[in-house]
């Protein structure tokens, strides 16, 4: 079946834009994730969802930060004012419930800012 | 103490080589624990998934989990080439704030 997907798969823009980043999870997965992945490093957690209940957004950097998730479905994160210590690649990952854990990781979105 | 902690790497072994990669946690109430591959430019990908303690095999690889240790290994038989990746340990904690954890990675080259 098809998997995560997301998009666009590659953002540049220039600091001080705002971007939004798309995550479309495995169909019937409840949970959705987003994590960032900086150039060699490990991944950072950003933000949960698990149904209808108020997510997890512990790891958001900042308040630039924000994620809504849609319908119990589709998930946007979007980066306001962008700064140049944004540029990562952003990872969605969805699992069938938030009990157990097995995530499934969409391709990414490789954000660059100039 | 890191929640997750992987050998930094790199690791390097010759082809049909046993690749061990390592992996301790530090929450005791860990429930779940995960391997995931992550070849260059890709997103990572879930090879192995443990529960319980003791080993658990899937084709070349074996899982082998110790909770007391708290200590989460990955082995990979007859390594080949395009086994070279970065190997992810993750560790889940369920309940309210479930989370996954991901330790940094290693990097595994298996040599022709």
């Known amino acids: 079946g098809a998997g995560v997907s997301q998009s666009p798969s590659n953002k540049v823009t220039e600091k001080g834009k705002d971007v939004e980043l798309r995550c479309d999870p495995i169909s019937g997965h409840t949970a959705l994730y987003w994590y960032r992945q900086s150039l060699g490093q490990g991944l950072e957690f950003l933000i949960y969802?698990?149904?209808?209940?108020?997510?997890?957004k512990s790891g958001l950097p900042s308040d630039r930060f924000s994620a809504e998730r849609t319908g119990g479905s589709v998930s946007t994160l979007t980066i306001q004012r962008t700064q140049q210590e944004d540029s990562a690649v952003y990872l969605c990952?969805?699992?069938?419930?938030?009990?157990?854990?097995?995530?499934?990781f969409g391709p990414g979105t490789r954000l660059t800012v100039t | 103490q890191k929640e997750v902690e992987q050998n930094s790497g790199p690791l390097s072994v010759p082809e049909g080589a046993i690749a061990s990669l390592n992996c301790t946690y530090s929450?005791?109430?860990?429930?779940?624990f995960f391997w995931y591959r992550q070849y260059s430019g890709k997103s990572p990908e879930l090879i192995m998934s443990i529960y319980s303690n003791g080993d658990k095999e899937d084709g070349r690889f074996t899982a082998q989990l110790n909770k007391a240790s708290q200590y989460v290994s990955l082995l990979i038989r007859d390594s080949q080439p395009s086994d070279s990746a970065t190997y992810l340990c993750a560790v889940f904690r369920g309940g309210a704030n479930s989370k996954l954890t991901f330790g940094k990675g290693i990097t595994l080259s298996v040599r022709p």
């Open positions: 929450d005791r109430g860990s429930q779940s």
């Open positions: 969802f698990q149904g209808n209940s108020a997510p997890d």
């Open positions: 990952a969805s699992s069938l419930t938030s009990v157990g854990g097995e995530q499934y």
